[in-house]
């Protein structure tokens, strides 16, 4: 079925117009006897007038059609929604040509309009069967070589290309010949800036986006990056959009958000920028902090080490010290001790000096006589002064010997002595000497002999 036919004598007849477009009544051509010759703008196949239950005006192919024909294949649904464009193109002011072709048989518009008052065109493609993006751009492309703008609409559920060029999609009017009760609901934005975001719009009849688009008060605008999660009405539920038709007073305010994030993301990255520098101020500093302390703890434990050592340095030191004064003590001790011992050296032999100096040689031959004698009783030996007689070892006394055996010491000095061996016989002059000798303490009496002879020399007193 088709909207448009080829009349014999007046060319193009048009069934959506009332005079067919070309003055002609209805009438003149509906059931006319005998027919006049239509026939089909796109295959030439001979057609005839008719009405749909619904009285809509069309033509349709004669048996025996052309299966290449599209207008004979669309469906009622196409041709509807067709009559509905025509309608509110006409409503809007311009002009509505239907199944209107290209000079070179480039296109085929299902409505052209066209403005009264400059010429504009802007084709309207019902498009309810399938068809790819490569396939709607390239028919798309091909209006825009002959400077001709294009929306296509379709009442399908789901529209694959829907972004890819203009289109919007529709829910069709029951009855579909309320044309003026079809209404948009996807393809139609607005952009919502207290959230932020497009929100689709779904309350728009077809006839008023139709003037809209025709009176340049929409466009189809590429929708900006982070814009593309679309919000759909009445809920949270989201789509995902990368272009629609729109005013220019959304495009605007969408303009004035992404100036305003864009603003809010650069005052949050120098934030951010200020915070980093801020802590990467802080670690400097702490890092900075660090490092003093590290350096006053070395310096710390350095001058602890070097008191230490000073500490130990003073330790040897006096412990030195110490030793030189001890060592020096008791080299004193013993020079003092070397001194008191040569003192009693030299008073002993004082002593001893004086000692003897109480006996004549004659007396002592006598006393040793004497003790020999005695030897010879005691010992049937006869004791014998050594040669080194008044040495000191035997307390300046004169040691006698019987054989190798020491027999005893004759008159050794009482000042010393301390200087015999114990037990040691003495021999002394008499009993005054005997008294002298024991006086000191140092000898047992029973060890010291005397001979009862004189103090003195009484042959010299006689
Ligand atoms: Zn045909």
Known sequence: MSFTALHPELGRIDATLTDLGQGLAWESVYRTRPRIGLTCPECGHDVHAKLSPRRTRYFAHDPGRSPQCQLAVESADHHQLKLVLAEAIRRAGWSADLEVPAPDGSWRADVMATSVADGDRVAWEAQLSPITDDDIHMHTDRYADDNIDVCWVSSRDRIPWLCAVPAVAVTPADPPTAAERWMVHDGLVRFDYARGGWVQVDDVPLATVVRWVLGHGLTFHSIGRRYRRIHL???????RRSASWTTQRSIDTEAKHEAMRQRQEAAKSAREEHARRAEEHRKQVERERQCQEQERRRAEAAERHRLLMIELECQRATREAQCREQERQQQEKARQEELARLERDRQEQAAAHQWWNGVSAAQLTELIDHVAALSMTEHASRALPSPDEGDREHAYGIAV???????????????????LHTPTRVFVRNAHEKALITAT????ADLVTHFDLPDHEQTTLL
Do not use: E, K
Not at 233 to 239: C, L
């Open 233 to 239: 009405p009445g809920g949270n539920a989201t789509t």
């Open 401 to 419: 010997y019987t054989g190798r055996r020491l027999y005893g010491v004759v008159r050794p000095c009482p000042q010393s002595l301390g200087r």
């Open 441 to 444: 303490g140092l000898i047992d």
